[in-house]
T-cell receptor, first 115, second 113 residues
């Protein structure tokens, strides 16, 4: 099976702009999570979608939003970009059948640089 | 709430030496614990996971971890380091199978020739 794919891999935006990142999960995986990775804050959970519904949410401002489509592909959007939004954004998917725990499979990430 | 603490942001070992990366957890419920590895410019790859079926968990690439409830620890070990093991390692905890992962701050492993 193909792994989790994320597009684009690299992105440069200007402060105040908005950005949309895309994630395609492993086929058959209905759960998609997003994480932000920065040198200062480490890996932080943004949100999780399951069957097109947001199931869990981290502690990020409303500028960060996401959605999931019927084919389980997910997008996250960041509006009014700030310099501090520069980070590696990781998408992860998992298959939830049988007893847990359900490991998450990560994509290669999108490196966002805000100037 | 769950949390993990990784002791040592950088660990350096010689090739062939024992690798020991420390992780202590805090959880109000029996935790699910994971170790992930991240190579430069890549995402995270699962090394192993604790499922409560056995306290000693074997993972990929010769790594293993032992769950010690009395010490709230889940340290990662490998008997003999290889140059290709140089990467950043993350310990993570989840309170239930469907909750988000809470990651430790990571430990960068350097392997000296």
């Amino acid at each position: 099976k193909a792994g989790v794919t994320q597009t684009p891999r690299y992105l440069i935006k200007t402060r105040g702009q908005q950005v949309t990142l895309s994630c395609s999960p492993i086929s058959g995986h209905r759960s998609v999570s997003w994480y932000q990775q920065t040198p200062g804050q480490g890996l932080q959970f943004l949100f999780e979608y399951f069957s097109e519904t947001q199931r869990n949410k981290g502690n990020f401002p409303g500028r960060f939003s996401g959605r999931q489509f019927s084919n389980s592909r997910s997008e996250m959007n960041v509006s009014t970009l700030e310099l501090g939004d520069s980070a590696l954004y990781l998408c992860a998917s998992r298959h939830e059948e049988g007893p847990g725990p359900y490991e998450q499979y990560f994509g290669p990430g999108t490196r966002l640089t805000v100037t | 709430a769950q949390s993990v603490t990784q002791l040592g942001s950088h660990v350096s070992v010689s090739e062939g030496a024992l690798v020991l990366l420390r992780c202590n957890y805090s959880s109000s419920v029996p935790p699910y614990l994971f170790w992930y590895v991240q190579y430069p410019n890549q995402g995270l790859q699962l090394l192993l996971k604790y499922t409560s079926a056995a306290t000693l968990v074997k993972g990929i690439n010769g790594f293993e971890a032992e769950f010690k409830k009395s010490e709230t620890s889940f340290h990662l070990t490998k008997p003999s380091a290889h140059m290709s093991d140089a990467a950043e390692y993350f310990c993570a905890v989840s309170g239930t199978g469907r909750r988000a992962l809470t990651f430790g701050s990571g430990t960068r492993l350097q392997v000296q020739p």
